[in-house]
């Protein structure tokens, strides 16, 4: 069992940055492919990025809508994974939401993840 809690969202204007965090509980964090997802009102809930569980290469994976300004990594001394946001745009407002996956293949589909966090509101003002 893992429990995910997220941090570090707020109001922020466009062009300005952010730093989301999510902690894992347990001890078999490195095992673990870690995603972000995004929820905006009356949408489905969308793949941001996603790393893969520690070994000897790292896969990044992003959403196009994302590619070069949002970067995610992972401190697995610290069970913690990092979303960091750049040059935000008002698009960018949603729920933000960390998701573990017990498995080797990073995956961006919500449905392959095992455990969610909460959510951290991201509102980006024009």
């Known amino acids: 069992q893992v429990q995910l809690v997220e941090s570090g969202g707020g109001l922020v204007q466009a062009g300005g940055s952010l730093r989301l965090s999510c902690v894992a509980s347990?001890?078999?964090?490195?095992?673990?492919?870690m995603g972000w997802f995004r929820q905006a009102p009356g949408k489905e809930r969308e793949f941001v990025t996603a790393?893969?569980?520690?070994?000897?290469?790292?896969?990044?994976y992003y959403a196009d809508s994302v590619k070069g300004r949002f970067t995610i990594s992972r401190d697995n001394a610290k069970n913690t994974v990092y979303l960091q946001m750049n040059s935000l745009k008002p698009e960018d407002t949603a729920v933000y939401y960390c998701?573990?996956?017990?498995?080797?293949?990073?995956?961006?589909?919500?449905?392959?993840?095992?455990?969610w966090g909460q959510g951290t509101q991201v509102t980006v003002s024009s």
């Open positions: 347990g001890r078999t964090f490195s095992m673990y492919a």
């Open positions: 998701a573990a996956d017990d498995t080797a293949v990073v995956q961006t589909s919500t449905h392959e993840y095992d455990y």
């Open positions: 790393i893969s569980r520690s070994g000897t290469i790292t896969y990044l």
